[in-house]
């Protein structure tokens, strides 16, 4: 059974950098035709899409934060990395990874990662 | 970049009821939409995908249609489970969620 989970800080300072990874178990994130993303919800807010990364290496990233986003993997953990730089406090949000083919069907718990001094 | 907006933002209805949210696209997207149910403090759910394709495991009470730039996700028969936000999400070019519909109790 296809599980994810997110890890990283739960607290970072403003104008830093967010790193966060996602380890993937009961399937391969090198798997044919599969996307793998990040996708975040502000307290109280709806889901946004921050960026995604293909199979082949392909990434994708929201327009509105492709500046500040990098998406790797690292295909030997089966894991891959979200880096959202010179973040503010409206980057505060439950961050979630998640695996499929264009549609999410596996995601992970998600983790709460708030912006302060 | 591709908007979606959905309608409504909240939709109060009764165990039983018929329930139908909408979804619409600022430009065609062919049948790249998926469906998703959440509840309070847990990730997404996948029920839908390309349009009309229903999950492994999703109950057959809810259905999606439409293509191009109208979508709806219906559910024949309000369960007290399905009492939740759903959001619709198009995989045409890049991605994008709507804003969701928050289903509460009448």
């Known amino acids: 059974q296809l599980q994810l989970r997110e890890s990283g800080p739960g607290l970072v300072k403003p104008s830093e950098t967010l790193s966060l990874t996602c380890t993937v178990s009961g399937g391969s994130i090198s798997s044919d035709s599969y996307y793998c993303g990040w996708i975040r919800q502000p307290p109280g807010k709806g889901l946004e899409w921050i960026g995604s990364i293909h199979y082949s290496g392909s990434t994708y990233y929201n327009s509105s934060l492709k500046s500040r986003v990098t998406i790797s993997t690292d295909t030997s953990k089966n894991q891959f990395s979200l880096k959202l730089n010179s973040v503010t406090a409206a980057d505060t949000a439950v961050y979630y990874c998640a695996r499929g083919r264009g549609s999410y069907s596996g995601w992970g718990q998600g983790t709460l990662v708030t912006v302060s001094s | 970049d591709i908007q979606m907006t959905q309608s409504p933002s909240t939709l109060s209805a009764s165990v039983g009821d018929r329930v139908t949210i909408t979804c619409r696209a600022s430009?065609?997207?062919?049948?790249?939409l998926a469906w998703y149910q959440q509840k309070p403090g847990k990730a997404p759910n996948l029920l839908i995908y390309k349009a009309s394709s229903l999950e492994s495991g999703v109950p057959s009470r809810f259905s999606g249609s439409g293509s191009g730039t109208e979508f709806t996700l219906t559910i024949s028969s309000l369960q007290p489970d399905d009492f939740a936000t759903y959001y619709c999400q198009q995989y045409n070019s890049y991605w994008t969620f709507g804003q969701g519909t928050k289903v509460e109790i009448k």
């Open positions: 430009q065609s997207i062919s049948n790249w």
